[in-house]
């Protein structure tokens, strides 16, 4: 850069300008998002493969599962993600208070998924439904089952994973909007925190019927 | 040559001293050389394993280590070899050192994220290298199921977890090629006037980017099926074994391309830089590579035709297999071509050029007795599958990735090194290889199983040739790391085009500065222009 | 040792001289395009170097129709070995029906045959030549895979499963069996040998055997293990009939058919939920871990053995506790 010509101080030395650099890290994430999908994928493709041929232990142990607490959570997600849609639009707009404000309730809500799923995974914990040693279930379809509920906790668990981070993520934005980073001249970090997170979002989509609702009418 | 009167620029990449300055680095050269390191670390580990491995096989009967021992080597060397080498290598070292240069930028896209790549590599490869020291790995690299989960005794899951770590190095940074490729390519770079290098460093890209999440997932379902004896893939527990092999050889066919793309990167540029023009076909070239990241996604069933899936699945995965070969063979047409009237000299990179499309045409070849199916059922878990790959990744990967450090060690280093040392390893290199591996073809189509510690008294001879190759393999590999490293201090200077090629890596100083370019170059000309281009002379 | 050593392998079954053909025509293709690029590749570098320090190659422009050429040309090549060796693995993948079959269980680290005529083998499986032979196999652990090169015959061998291979030994001999799928410890040491004898030798050998049938063995085991509670002789029980059953198309619950096979009798025997007859309740015990391979082989070919009293036709109407059969 010529001496004397101030640049924006978010401005990595080697982007030329803003510009180049806000499109470089939404591409980034994009590519990221695309490997999150092929990685959930293996499982989903695992999951696929056994529920085609196991359909009714797959149906049995999914009756198992709680529908109240997993509609709950997925109304709880949802709106996380109009809550994180709406931080987006808080930055855009300079709105620092209301970027806090949107980031906070996008991070209860998710605290709040996060402890329901706890719940649910010590109810199973109580109803002996663990897959292991002290798995417990109908003789016929114990085996199957059982896979059932290995991808269950597999795949929900990577989920919540991801939130977790997710959650770091969001707690980092606070920081940078805090001390003035986020801007609406500078704010990308904010929308592609946004794009992660509806992304996690869209893989619970996925996850909430495959898991909870096989043969529920 | 003569390197009168050239010095080293005042300020160049290299000239900070200090740890700090190396480990907390953002200049991707800087992370390059550090590449270059960790990788010729586990080259020469994994290949330790490999003389091991050909020190036990001169004999058919198993004294010289226990057949557990054995298991352990043949493991941990197709660990080593494919995880921690052959997959980083030439993208590690020449990618991330030459692709922001070739396009006129400044670095890659995110250069912070390049050196989390690189620790994220050296954690996943120090685990799994604790792993062989604390008991070590005899599940074959394929970790197949469900010896590997429920049979094996040894410390699957910290091999598994050091490759999951690994693989996300892998995946950040095809990710930051992507990026660097789509977003930083200086004003009048268009997407046909890269060089060929950087074509196919996108094509491997796709592949890293979308194949590697799938491994990633597999190790971890073997880990916790290990760990929880879930049951995903053990038949006693209701799982399926050859679910496994799908999801294992989704990834890791692909996988080989991500090996063998960037080397074919590598020989576009050595053909046009010492044939002094452009390769010849390039828009076929550039596409044939993504035609190969692309075909390569749909032909992983190749690998488990005995497995037990269906006939019409086994002819599917032939067809799509028979396909992928003709991108490879429209290549090697291509750089043939090149060298027609072109204006051909015989330096060390181009040795290694040369040695690569010969190899690498007879490795293709034998592809093809593999991808036919009443073929491969005789073939296969043979020593005939072990000759082929090792034809591709050594023959092909290996003289790829030595040619380019050949070609590009003045412009990284400053220096050159004693050409009459890198001929005659180079042809070590070349003369060992083939009487290591082709024996072994023979030895496949008679019926030597892989992974076998002791074998039946009339393969001895085979194998002895093929011992007898590696040795001479070896040396040709040691002399490299001599020379090289004695040039670091005491090879002549060069200037910034000693080979007077033609490449954006070529108008910079040797070594570069740090930011590459001092202003942004606008580029008006194609990839290889040779006839109006060449301005330097040879230094 | 030294001296006499083998760059073929002998060719002793009526697939291997077509496995061979194939091969040895890519040889030739493989040859004629390496000596072709390795001819140019040599002929260029002499012919073409470089003789003044700043001289430049020539410049083309086009060459369309030459890439045309040597893609299509290329495609054309692939698909022929493709139709050639789809050709070889169909004869490969379908056993006459007349065939021999023999029960194989693979396991850390040993083969174990089963004749039908009871008699078993380790390590070693004799079989006739100018006959077709059918190996079932399966495996107690881990996956191995049974590999005879002088047949060129492969299989993996599953755990949880039957696959099969099938050959018809063209010579008598001896000839090399291995384990080709590494499986551990002694993967190298897990071999042994078919042997091939000429008919009467076969005969003669057949003959040797002492016990019973594995029909026979199965027989025992059925009323050993109380099938007969459920799969009557003759009437519906809470079971299906078993008379007949092998080879016939069953309707599962669920709408789909399957064709009875040795897979199928195994698996109903070990996992009955799987693939549930329709009109039949879950309640038959999975057998998973209380019969051995080789006890689970001597049930289906029992299961096999049981020729259908009288022509029946099983209508298989969903009532609570079984159905009902019409008789024809």
């Not at chain 1, 209860?108 to 996060?114: H, I, P, R, S």
């Not at chain 1, 896979?147 to 920081?175: D, K, Q």
């Not at chain 2, 043939?336 to 045409?361: K, Q, V």
């Amino acid at each position: 850069m010529p001496d004397g010509v101030a640049h924006h101080p978010a401005l990595a030395h080697h982007f030329e300008d803003l510009d180049q650099q806000r499109e470089a890290a939404t591409l980034g994430m994009w590519v990221f998002l695309v490997t999150e999908v092929l990685f959930f994928g293996g499982l989903f493709a695992t999951y696929l493969v056994y529920r085609s041929w196991y359909p009714e232990a797959f149906a049995e142990a999914s009756h198992h599962l709680d529908i109240v607490l997993g509609t709950i959570n997925t109304i709880v997600l949802i709106t996380s993600s109009l809550t994180m849609a709406l931080a987006v639009h808080a930055a855009q707009t300079n709105r620092r208070q209301l970027v806090f404000v949107f980031l906070v309730s996008t991070m209860a809500l998710g605290a709040t998924f996060l402890g329901i799923k706890g719940v649910e995974y010590f109810h199973k914990f109580e109803e002996q439904l663990i897959p292991g040693s002290n798995f417990e279930f109908e003789a016929q379809y114990f085996q199957h089952a059982q896979l059932f509920l290995s991808l269950y906790f597999v795949m929900t668990g990577l989920h919540a994973l991801h939130m977790i981070i997710g959650l770091g993520i969001m707690t980092w934005m606070l920081a940078w909007t805090w001390n003035g980073t986020i801007t609406d001249a500078y704010h990308s970090p904010i929308e592609i925190s946004g794009l992660y997170w509806h992304f996690v979002d869209i893989v619970w989509i996925f996850l909430f019927p495959l898991l909870y609702l096989i043969g529920r009418h | 040559m003569s390197s009168r009167g050239v010095l080293l620029p005042a300020h160049h990449y290299l000239s900070d001293f200090g740890a700090a300055s190396w480990l907390l680095t953002r200049d991707h050269k800087r992370v390059a050389l550090m590449y270059l390191a960790a990788v010729t670390f586990f080259f020469f580990l994994g290949g330790a394993f490999a003389v091991l491995i050909r020190l036990e096989l001169i004999t058919p009967a198993g004294d010289l280590v226990s057949a557990d021992t054995y298991n352990k080597l043949f493991t941990m060397h197709g660990v080593m070899m494919v995880f921690f080498f052959l997959i980083p290598a030439i993208p590690t070292v020449l990618g991330n050192f030459l692709i922001p240069i070739m396009i006129g930028a400044k670095d890659l896209a995110f250069p912070k994220l390049n050196l989390a790549s690189l620790y994220i590599y050296v954690i996943g490869a120090s685990c799994t290298t604790y792993a062989i020291i604390t008991g070590g790995l005899d599940t074959g690299w394929t970790f197949y199921t469900p010896f590997s989960t429920a049979s094996s005794t040894t410390a699957v899951i910290p091999a598994a977890v050091g490759i999951f770590i690994t693989g996300f190095s892998s995946i950040l940074t095809g990710l930051n090629f992507i990026v660097t490729i789509h977003r930083m390519r200086a004003p009048g770079m268009t997407w046909f006037r890269m060089p060929l290098f950087v074509w196919s460093h996108y094509a491997t890209s796709l592949i890293m980017v979308l194949g590697t999440p799938v491994l990633a997932i597999t190790l971890l379902m073997v880990a916790a099926e290990r760990l929880f004896r879930f049951g995903l893939f053990d038949p006693a527990l209701g799982g399926d074994p050859v679910l496994f092999q799908h999801l294992f050889w989704f990834y890791s066919h692909p996988a080989v391309y991500i090996m063998v793309l960037p080397a074919m990167g590598v020989i576009s540029e050595l053909v046009a830089a010492f044939c002094r023009k452009p390769v010849f076909g390039y828009t076929f070239v550039a596409f044939a590579s993504l035609a190969i990241a692309v075909l390569g996604f749909l032909v992983w069933g190749h690998h488990m035709y005995v497995a037990g899936q269906s006939v019409y699945a086994a002819l599917v995965f032939s067809f799509l297999s028979f396909m992928v070969a003709v991108p490879s063979a429209i290549k090697v047409f291509n750089w043939t071509a090149t060298m027609y009237r072109g204006s051909i000299s015989w330096d060390t990179p181009m040795l290694y050029a040369i040695g690569f499309i010969g190899l690498f045409t007879v490795g293709g070849l034998t592809g093809l007795f593999l991808a036919a199916v009443g073929l491969d059922v005789h073939v296969t878990d043979t020593y005939f599958i072990v000759a082929h790959f090792h034809y591709i990744m050594v023959g092909g990967t290996i003289m790829a990735y030595l040619g380019g450090l050949h070609y590009w060690w003045p412009k990284m280093s400053g220096r050159t090194y004693n050409e009459l040392l890198a001929r005659v390893s180079a042809a070590m290199v070349f003369f060992g290889f083939n009487l290591t591996f082709f024996p072994q073809f023979l030895l496949g189509y008679l019926g030597m199983p892989r992974r076998y510690h002791a074998y039946p008294d009339e393969f001895q001879v085979l194998n002895v040739l093929s011992s007898a190759g590696a040795s001479l393999l070896g040396v040709g590999y040691l002399i490299p790391m001599v020379y090289l490293a004695w040039s670091l201090r005491y090879g002549k200077l060069v200037g910034s085009n000693p080979w007077g090629a033609v490449g954006l890596e070529w108008t910079i100083s040797s070594p570069p500065p740090t930011e590459n370019f001092a202003e942004t170059p606008i580029v008006t000309w194609d990839a290889y222009e040779y006839a109006t281009r060449v301005e330097g002379h040879v230094a | 040792m030294l001296t006499d050593f083998p760059l073929f392998p002998e060719s002793a079954s009526t697939m291997a001289p077509r496995v061979d053909g194939l091969y040895f025509f890519l040889v030739g293709l493989t040859v004629f395009f390496s000596l072709l690029i390795a001819g140019l590749i040599v002929t260029f570098a002499i012919k073409y170097r470089r003789l003044t320090p700043d001289s430049v190659g020539a410049r083309f422009h086009g060459g369309m129709a030459l890439e045309v050429v040597w893609s299509v040309i290329p495609l054309g090549i692939t698909l022929v070995i493709f139709a050639w060796g789809a050709s070889v693995f169909f004869a490969m993948s379908s056993p006459p029906d007349e065939a021999i079959n023999v029960y194989v269980v693979g396991k850390q680290w040993m083969w174990k045959f089963q004749h039908l005529n009871g008699q078993r083998e380790v390590n070693e499986l004799h079989v006739p030549v100018g006959r077709p032979v059918k190996l079932i196999m399966t495996s107690e652990d881990v996956i191995h895979d049974l590999f005879v090169p002088a047949f060129r015959v492969k299989a993996d061998v599953l755990p949880g499963r039957y696959t099969h291979v099938w050959f018809e030994a063209t010579k008598p001999g001896s000839y090399h069996l291995f384990c080709a799928e590494y499986c551990g410890t002694q993967h190298s040491g897990m071999g042994g040998q078919v042997v091939a004898l000429g008919p009467s030798e076969y005969q003669n050998w057949l003959a040797s055997a002492t016990g019973g049938s594995m029909a026979s063995a199965g027989e025992r085991l059925f009323a050993d293990m109380a099938c007969n509670t459920c799969h009557r002789e003759g009437e519906v029980g809470r079971g299906p009939v078993l008379n007949g059953l092998f080879g016939s198309t069953v309707r599962l619950q669920g709408g789909r058919t399957v064709v009875v096979d040795e897979a199928y009798l195994r698996e109903s025997i070990v996992n009955p939920s799987s693939r549930l007859t329709e009109g039949f309740q879950p309640v038959m015990p999975a057998y998973q871990g209380l019969l051995t391979e080789e006890g689970l082989s001597e049930l289906v070919e029992y299961i096999k053995s049981l020729e259908p009293a009288q022509p029946v036709t099983l209508s298989m109407a969903s009532t609570p506790g079984g159905s009902e059969r019409t008789a024809q």
